[in-house]
């Protein structure tokens, strides 16, 4: 039986999240044991710790991206688990603040849909700004506020369309998936943009 575009995107995804994920934690080891046995020179601290830093950022976008983009199930996500990957990859990176406030373990397909829409308004927020994520009595909502709000009107309409949307490039793919995913789950969504503020519903 073939397999639909969605499921092979997914598993695509998900392959190849799980092969970079090894190389990548091999190396963060190997950073860790060069710094145990490197001299206390001030210069090669600072060049490791910055090879560090790298290592731990691409890992945490990775395991961001495997639950991205991989496939849509109703395996439960612990919370812990979640507000740890929010930490690692936003934590530091002092762009985007991300606040998750749902305070229990979720499914894997809802953490997907709602990744897509942090996304979604990271395109919307070229200077940065707060991104935060809410479960109200089971409706999901994601917004996003920033000191500037620049979305692209096409692409945020194109969301509350039933039809497929228009080409899209390789930093807007999220915009293609998240109509697919909630659609092939059954969940209605809903995208509401201006100059204040982005937000997705589902």
Not at 54 to 80: H, K, V
Not at 98 to 111: G, K, M, S
Not at 120 to 146: N, Q, S
Request: hydrophobic letters at 40%.
């Amino acid at each position: 039986m073939g397999q639909s575009n969605l499921n092979l995107a997914s598993l695509i995804g998900s392959r190849i999240c799980h092969d970079l994920t090894s190389p990548i934690g091999a190396i963060a080891n190997g950073i860790e044991l060069l710094d145990m046995s490197q001299s206390s020179a001030a210069s090669s601290g600072e060049e490791v710790g910055l090879i560090s830093d790298s290592a731990d950022s691409a890992g945490a976008r990775i395991r961001f991206f495997r639950m991205a983009y991989g496939r849509a199930t109703q395996a439960i996500i612990p919370l812990n688990d979640i507000q740890n990957l929010i930490f690692d990859l936003y934590d530091s990176n002092g762009r985007y603040e991300v606040e998750w406030h749902v305070n229990e373990d979720c499914t894997r397909a809802d953490v997907q849909i709602a990744f897509l829409g942090i996304q979604c308004c990271e395109t919307a927020l070229p200077f940065g700004g707060k991104i935060e994520v809410d479960r109200v009595y089971g409706d999901w909502h994601v917004r996003g506020t920033g000191p500037r709000v620049n979305p692209d009107p096409e692409l945020w309409e194109d969301l509350n369309r039933d039809d497929q949307i228009a080409n899209v490039t390789a930093a807007q793919v999220q915009f293609a998936l998240l109509p697919e995913v909630c659609r092939d789950l059954g969940r209605a969504l809903y995208a509401r943009y201006d100059a204040e503020a982005v937000s997705v519903h589902f």
